[in-house]
Nanobody
Framework: QVQLVESGGGLVQVGGSLRLSCAAS????????MGWFRQAPGKEREFVAA????????SLADSVKGRFTISRDNAKNTVSLQMNSLKPEDTGVYYC???????????????WGQGTQVTVSS
């Protein structure tokens, strides 16, 4: 059984930074990709970033390029999202998810964590 657990969310000021982590367990993830999505109240879940478990190929949403960085630590089965220069529009629940084939479409992800709240105050 695959389990994903996010951590690191919280309240930050505009322009501040926050680092989210996702711990994965249940099996090996050699051929998988880990993604980060976020969802604001009343809005659809949107893609933020993704990384391959092997090879560290990354993809970032245009809205976060230059501000966010996704990385992984295979030895610890964790994926992190470093968020800098945060804006109010970055506010939402951030989810990590696991896919075997997709990048930006949440429907292609097979497993999801419970999410961690990120609030950016202005």
């Amino acid at each position: 059984q695959v389990q994903l657990v996010e951590s690191g969310g919280g309240l930050v000021q505009v322009g501040g930074s926050l680092r989210l982590s996702c711990a994965a367990s249940g099996r090996t993830f050699t051929t998988d990709r880990m993604g980060w999505f976020r969802q604001a109240p009343g809005k659809e879940r949107e893609f933020v970033a993704a990384i391959t478990w092997s090879g560290s190929i990354t993809s970032l949403a245009d809205s976060v390029k230059g501000r966010f960085t996704i990385s992984r630590d295979n030895a610890k089965n964790t994926v992190s999202l470093q968020m800098n220069s945060l804006k109010p529009e970055d506010t939402g629940v951030y989810y990590c998810a696991l896919t075997h084939s997709g990048w930006t479409n949440p429907k292609t992800y097979d497993y999801w964590g419970q999410g961690t709240q990120v609030t950016v105050s202005s």
